[in-house]
Each structure stands twice: as C-alpha cells, then as structure tokens.
C-alpha cells in the first residue's frame, strides 16, 4: 500500500495558487525526490505532508491527503501526524542546547523521561545519523559548536530519534559542502530500509543518484512522476527534458 | 616586525592631508565620544569624591534618627520594593509579551491595541504614575502610603518597558527554532518555554535591568504612593522611602547634603552592581 495518497490537491497562498490539482501516491521504503525550478512549490508541497503549512497565515488548502489511508487534515492529532512524518529542514537548525539535549527534546516531548532509555534513544538515532563516533564524547556540549555538516546530520538524529515513519528532507544538502553532502545521501540510501524518504533538491544529480522515484514540478503542476530512472533517461514530458538538460530553471 | 596590513602614521597623516573634510569628521567624531566619556567619568568621580569620605558607619545603623540619618532603612526598602516590582509586574510583562508574540495572530486588532497603550504608557511622566497610585491605590483601596502601594504604581511602570524588550527578545529567536520543535511533534506550549523563552533570557534580562533601573531612579512616584518614612518596613502595609527618595529628602531639608552624597555613592555603585550582575548572568544563560 502507498504511505501517502494525495488526491485533487489544491493550495493557496492567499491568492496565489501555488499547487494546482495535485495527485500522487508515494510508496514506502523508498526515496522520492521533488525535483523542479524555484517557486514551483515542491517545497509547499513537501510541507502539506506533515502540515507545517499550518503555521503559514493565509494558507488554503484543499483535496485530501491520507497517510497510510488515514485522512491527515481530518481527526487525526497535529503533533502526533508530525511524530510520525518527521522532517529535516533546509538550513542545519539544532537548538541551541548540547547535542544530547537536542536528541532527546523529541522523545521527552512524547513522554519519555526515564534517563536510561534516554540514553539508549540518544545513543541509536546518533548511530543511525552517522554521527555518534564523531560527537559520543561531546554530548553534553552545545550543538551550535558543531559543523554545517554534523548538524544537518544532528538534525536528522533528531528526527529519527521520535521514530518516525517518514522523513521529508527539505533540500538537506543545499547549505552544505560535498563531502558532507554524500554523507547526507549515504545516510539517505541507508536510512530507504527503515523510513520512507521525500527528498526536495535543486541538484538533478543528486536526484538522480539517490532517488527511486521522481516528481517534477512546474509553476504548481506535477509535469512528470515516474520511476527516476525514467524521468531522467526518456522523459514523457518535453518540458522535463528540457528541465533536466539544462534548458531553463 | 610590524604587520603590513596595519597602516603607518605616515600613511595615515598622507591619506587625511589629501582629503581635509575626513580630517574634520575625525576630529568631530573623536571630540564627541571624548566629551561623552569625560561628563560620565567627572559625574561619577564628583560623587565618589564628594561622597566615599562621608559613609561612616553611622549610616549603616538598624534604625534612622536626626542624629545619625541612617541610609539602611532606605537600602533594605529599595531592595524590597524592586523585588515586590519585579515579582508582580515580571511574570504579567513576560506573559503577555508571549501571548503577543507567539499567540496572536499577525495583525490582529487586539495585539496592535495592546502594542500602542504600552508605548503611550512607557511615555507618561512619573509623577502622572504617581498621582494615580495616590488617588487608587492610598486612597480608594485604603492602602494609604505603604510599601504595597508603591510597589503596585511602579509594577504599572515597568509593565511596558519589561514587555516591549521581552517582545523584541521573542522576535529575534529565528524562526527555524519554532520549526524545527512543530516538526517534532511539540505544541506551541513546550515549543515557548523550552526552546524559544530560553533562547530569549539575555534580551529579558535586559529589560529587566531596564526596569530596576527606573525603579531604583525612581522618586516621584514613590513619594505620593509609599510615603517617606524612614524605617525598615514591618509589614506590606508600612510606609517606606528608597534610597532615592531618602537623597531627595536629605538634600531638600537642606541640613544632611554630606550624608545625601554618600546615599548617591551607595545608590551608584548598587547599580553599576547591578549591571555587571546581569551582564554575567546573561552570559551564563547563552552558553548554556
């Protein structure tokens, strides 16, 4: 069964149409990357799926969204559906509190405070982020004093540290430099086995490389959605091609 | 070896004879911050002149008379009445700065009405905070001068000065903290008072001193409100003066000015404590 179903979706940015008629069904345990010019709004879209648009004043939005085939903009709990879609944000964005503080913000959040399963949870999400050898003798130190690098990388520790079903990565990669970005795909294509992944980039190779699946975008429309393979060998579309070869965006 | 990327006299001196207006903007701007600096350090050196060779420990005694004129009483009731302050006015300023900025929709009509009386308010001249504390507070509640009463008139004082820097304070916590704590799953709740009021301590703190600062200054309001008799107070309900208001009283009977001089040593140096105090504590909170 797909993780997300969204159908006849439609958003607006007060009067700004910024999605027009969107529909997809993304499967799980495997990555999918929203790929497009700017302002096509694979960002937005991005964030409909654990509605953080929410926080947006004069955001509309219409059509349905279901996660597992549970409608989330009906009876379901903000903060739980944002448990279960965790989200990994543009620019590195750890609080500023030492690093174990910011693993355990999550589950303490969610009603876990006894200090030994804590550490337990602090300890796997650092190792499932590829990060613990780097910080295990610094937890208790600020995470502003980290690299670019290591905090996107803590963030993505964080995320996973509320055990999450989804991660949506807003451009992960776009404040980092290239090597802490195939880091951050390695840890992506090792990450597909366990989460399903929604990845936004700016970089056609990137999408390339990592992704099973890839959504174009255009001023608000689904252009393409396909096995990314495809998309990017023999597009369907013109305008897809003339994307990914470099022609406009 | 002198770095190379310093500039020499010479080249300097070459650099200002080829434009004289620089020259002058120079010697403008150096003037200024020399004049500023010289009236801070004669104003503090006059006092401390005029004044550390009169604190004599008479001045420290429990109970004040004509004969020793002692600043105690005067000490312990500023200390009590900026704690009574700050405790009533501190939570109210915090909490509603919170609700305005967090809580509030952007543009409402309430936050913008709100936003506008606390300006006009931090505008009103003491004595007007005074008259009111009088007519209120003394009068129609039956407080009469009392430690309750003054504390109450200066809490309004400072209500919006601890409110617009706690706003500001809130504001400048980027918003990618809130983000990163909404996509985790936390309320707006846990996202305040975990991730962003602590974020904004140094910027409340600030304000904070801001406000001690009034009320320790603070003598207009106070006379009409909290009387000036000059005992440690026994209850809430005792007329109290602050060291401020004791300096009035000193220098305006005319007979006490040595010892109205040493009031403004301990009131000087109380606040220059009271600065580096809260320097280092914001300092603290930062690093965390």
Redesign the interface.
């Known amino acids: 069964m797909d993780k997300f179903t969204i159908s006849n979706l439609d958003l607006y940015y007060d009067d700004f149409h910024a999605l027009k008629d969107v529909n997809l069904n993304l499967p799980p345990n495997e990555i999918t990357a929203f790929i497009g010019p700017s302002g096509c709004g694979k960002s937005t879209l991005l964030k409909s799926l654990?509605r953080?648009n929410d926080?947006v004043?004069g955001c509309r939005i219409t059509g349905k969204v279901l996660l597992d085939g549970e409608d989330i903009y009906g009876d379901m709990n903000v903060?739980?559906?944002?448990?279960r879609v965790?989200?990994v944000?543009q620019?590195p964005?750890?609080?500023?509190?030492?690093i174990y503080d910011n693993i355990a913000?999550?589950p303490r959040?969610?009603g876990i405070h006894s200090r030994a399963k804590l550490d337990d949870i602090v300890e796997k999400s650092l190792r499932d982020a590829a990060i613990w050898e780097e910080v295990k003798d610094r937890l208790k130190l600020?995470a502003l004093g980290m690299s670019g690098g290591q905090q996107q990388r803590l963030?993505i520790a964080?995320?996973l540290a509320?055990e999450p079903e989804v991660l949506l990565m807003d451009e992960p990669t776009s404040a980092l430099d290239p090597i802490s970005t195939s880091k951050i795909e390695d840890l992506a294509i090792e990450l597909k086995k366990d989460y399903t992944i929604i990845m936004v980039t700016h970089n056609m190779q990137q999408a390339a490389r990592i992704s099973d699946k890839t959504v174009f975008f255009l001023l608000g429309e689904v252009i393409e959605y396909g096995e990314t393979e495809q998309v990017f060998s023999v597009p369907n579309n013109k305008k897809t091609e003339d994307y990914i070869t470099g022609r406009f965006g | 070896m002198q770095a190379m990327n310093k500039q020499t006299w010479k080249q300097k001196a070459k650099a200002y004879r080829s434009s004289p207006l620089s020259l002058f903007l120079l010697i403008l701007v150096a003037l200024a911050s020399l004049i500023t600096v010289c009236a801070l350090l004669f104003l503090i050196g006059y006092i401390m002149v005029k004044g550390i060779p009169n604190l004599t420990p008479s001045l420290f005694a429990w109970t004040y008379n004509t004969e020793n004129v002692s600043l105690l009483p005067a000490l312990i009731n500023t200390i009590l009445m900026t704690l009574l302050s700050l405790l009533i006015a501190g939570p109210l300023a915090i909490f509603a700065a919170i609700y305005l900025v967090e809580y509030a929709k952007r543009g409402n009509k309430l936050v913008e009405i709100v936003r506008v009386t606390a300006e006009t308010l931090t505008g009103i001249p003491s004595i007007v905070y005074g008259l009111f504390g009088l007519l209120f507070f003394v009068t129609t509640l039956k407080w009469g001068y009392s430690l309750l009463a003054g504390a109450f008139t200066l809490a309004i004082m400072i209500l919006p000065v601890i409110m617009r820097t706690t706003e500001e304070a809130l504001g400048s916590v980027p918003d990618t903290f809130r983000e990163g704590s909404f996509g985790l799953g936390a309320g707006r709740l846990r996202t305040v008072f975990v991730v962003v009021l602590p974020s904004a301590v140094p910027g409340i703190l600030s304000g904070v001193i801001l406000a001690i600062g009034r009320i320790v200054g603070e003598t207009a309001a106070l006379m009409y409100t909290a009387g000036t008799v000059a005992e440690v107070p026994s209850s809430l309900l005792s007329s109290t003066r602050t060291l401020s208001v004791h300096m009035y009283a000193l220098s305006s009977e005319g007979l006490y000015t040595d010892q109205a001089y040493a009031t403004a040593v301990v009131l000087l140096i109380i606040v220059l404590l009271i600065n580096w105090l809260s320097g280092a504590l914001a300092k603290k909170v930062k690093k965390g």
């Open positions: 654990n953080m926080l004043e903060n739980h559906l944002r448990k965790g989200m944000f620019k964005n750890p609080f500023p509190m030492s913000y999550g959040t969610h600020s963030c964080r995320a509320v």
